[in-house]
């Protein structure tokens, strides 16, 4: 393993230390929606989201999932000679289906040998226990790895309400619990450029994080897309994005406070580059990725150095105890 990753847990290396070998995740598309767009909570969806949500890399959801699967496997084992995959049901609320068609999705995915895992993305207010039971049954029969992405984007409840994401941080506080019951594993994805949060925000979102003993992490720096109500604010200026130096501190921060054992699936996003008004400071998402990591060796940090404050932190100062 190379320096820098040992500063923090890379997916990568913790999937071929826990499975034995290269494990890709395979997308799936679901022809879905969300509450936030088909008016049960909102309309219009998040302000930073447009049509295609976060799928804009996947297969049209007009394929079947066989037919996904299908192709995304032959193209990975042709590039990165992987033989072991996680269907990743990734576009959109996936838990927001009916729960038979969700019952039927999933089941097709874990029929396939090769699987070790099952990856459902989802909103906080679209957790629920029958669906979360399924879940949990399917894991132990398949002997599958099953976990749930929460898209919560920042633990601060104002910035939640001016992004229109339609639930609270007391929502996502529930699914985390629900979930950490029947002992499936959480991804929780983060924005740590959003226009209204700031460093302290930073922080806050990796204590939570750390205190809810999630699995895994997501970071996101924010893109702009064409035709989306945050892309109209971003053309009329009511809003600037930090510079990439700043974005690159606010994650290092992020890491320093964050638990050591919690794995970090990706330090920076990539928006649908034919639609983006502004994405990653005008370079590639991999150049912002080795900032990061140049960063953490330049200040000869890494993840959980400042994870000092559970357990009762006053009584550990008080009595010295560690």
Known sequence: MSANQTRYRVYSEFLKEKFGGKVYKLPINLPGT???RDGTISTGGCIFCDEEGAGFECLPSSLSVEEQLAANREFFRKRYKADKFIAYFQAFTNTYLPFEQFKEYVLTAAAGEDMVGISISTRPDCINDRYLDFLAEVGREKNLVMDIELGLQTVNYHSLLRVNRGHTL???IDAVQRI???ELE???HLILNLPWDDMVDVIENAKILSALQVQYVKLHSL????GTVLGEMYRRGEFSII???EYVDRVVTFLEYLHPDIVIQRLVGRGPYDRVLFSNWGVSWWQVKQRIE?????LA?????RCDYLNGPALRKRFNWK
């Open 223 to 226: 893109y702009v897309v064409r």
């Open 243 to 245: 510079p990439m130096e």
């Open 301 to 305: 940090t890494y993840q959980g150095r």
């Open 34 to 36: 969300c509450p936030n």
């Open 180 to 182: 950490r019951e029947r």
């Open 170 to 172: 007391a929502e996502f």
């Open 294 to 298: 140049a960063r953490l060796e330049e």
């Open 186 to 188: 959480i991804c929780v």
